[in-house]
């Protein structure tokens, strides 16, 4: 069997990387275009998808054999009954790995493929376990664009969308440049 899910999606990931990065050019270029503005947080939007959905299929590659998954963080985290990460004993960069070490992610619906024992279809798990495993560095940058996410998703406030293209442009396409270039140097293996 062919290790080609998440290599399909990453090819689509890349195109839609490609247009992040012109958005925030252009929106850098001319700050106070409102069209621009809503660009750069769809073009954030549906990168952000692409992202965790290509962690999802890379981790589910990972579990059946087909990707190597180098080295692992030690610590540990627990999740509340909200599903909201609660910070550990483990040092502060630390505290969103091991989400199978949860007692909550054992009683989850059957909402897709499972990961270490949880439920990795939710954006939240696959996360953390990108995390645990040392493909995503700043776990917390990467819950906070969940959230913005969540938050452009549902709600448009200029206000709110002010400092969503704010984090956008200080924090979350660095953070996305890691993690693409991750998936690009292993698909290049």
Request: a negative charge; charged letters at 25%.
């Amino acid at each position: 069997m062919q290790d080609v899910r998440w290599q399909q999606r990453f090819e689509n990931l890349e195109k839609a990387f490609k247009h992040l990065h012109e958005a925030e050019q252009a929106t850098r270029q001319f700050p106070k275009n409102y069209l621009y503005q809503i660009a750069l947080i769809g073009a954030f939007q549906f990168t952000f998808e692409l992202s965790w959905k290509t962690l999802k299929d890379y981790l589910y590659r990972a579990q059946e054999g087909f990707v190597n998954l180098d080295s692992a963080r030690q610590s540990k985290i627990d999740l509340n009954e909200r599903d909201h990460c609660t910070p550990c004993k483990a040092s502060e960069e630390d505290r969103f790995c091991e989400a199978a070490a949860s007692p909550n992610s054992q009683n989850l619906p059957a909402r897709g493929i499972k990961y270490n024992g949880i439920d990795a279809s939710l954006p939240r798990e696959v996360i953390k376990q990108a995390f645990h495993h040392e493909i995503i560095q700043d776990g917390q940058t990467w819950i906070q664009m969940l959230e913005d996410r969540n938050l452009m998703a549902h709600v448009y406030q200029e206000e709110t969308a002010i400092a969503v293209m704010d984090n956008i442009q200080k924090n979350y396409i660095a953070a996305i440049d890691q993690v693409f270039h991750f998936l690009k140097e292993k698909r290049s293996n």
